[in-house]
Each structure stands twice: as structure tokens, then as C-alpha cells.
């Protein structure tokens, strides 16, 4: 529906980042341009040296795998949030 609706208004091609399952993409008769933002954002916050107040949190099941890249890129650990 919400693929129809952006189609419907116009949009020829569409810009995604960290989309939370590539299969989204099929929805689309558009072009997908997917952009993934785990080297910019652990780029960002490993430079700032946060040490132990820095924790990565997967706001779900399905975002554990983004999650866990970003945690071994800055070795901080990792925490899920269980939406039971």
C-alpha cells in the first residue's frame, strides 16, 4: 500500500537507507536505490571514543543482524529489545 501510495503521488525512483528487510523492494515498480549506513554511523561514533557508555540496540528480532555489525565494528556490546 505504501509503495502504491508514493508511486501514486509521482516518485519515479526512490532512496532507502538501512530498509529493515530487502524484500520491501519487490513491492516497488520504481527503481530502489539502498543505501546501508553501518560504516558512516560506526565511523561517527567510534571516533568519539565513548568507551563503556556505549551499548548498540536492536529495536527487534529482525534488526539484530544490522545490530550485530555495527557492535563488532565498534566492539561495544549488544542489547535487544523483545517487543513480547
Keep these: 500500500l505504501v509503495a502504491n501510495l508514493i508511486e501514486t503521488a509521482g516518485a519515479t525512483r526512490m532512496i532507502t537507507l538501512d530498509m529493515h528487510a530487502p524484500q520491501i523492494q519487490g513491492f516497488f515498480d520504481i527503481p530502489i536505490d539502498h543505501l546501508n549506513a553501518v560504516r558512516l554511523l560506526s565511523n561517527y561514533f567510534g571516533e568519539r571514543h565513548l568507551g563503556d557508555d556505549l551499548v548498540?540496540?536492536?529495536p527487534d528480532h529482525g534488526g539484530v543482524t544490522r545490530a550485530r555489525k555495527m557492535a563488532d565494528r565498534l566492539k561495544a556490546p549488544?542489547?535487544?529489545i523483545d517487543k513480547r
Excluded: L
Design 56 to 58: 548498540v540496540v536492536s
Design 78 to 80: 549488544i542489547a535487544i
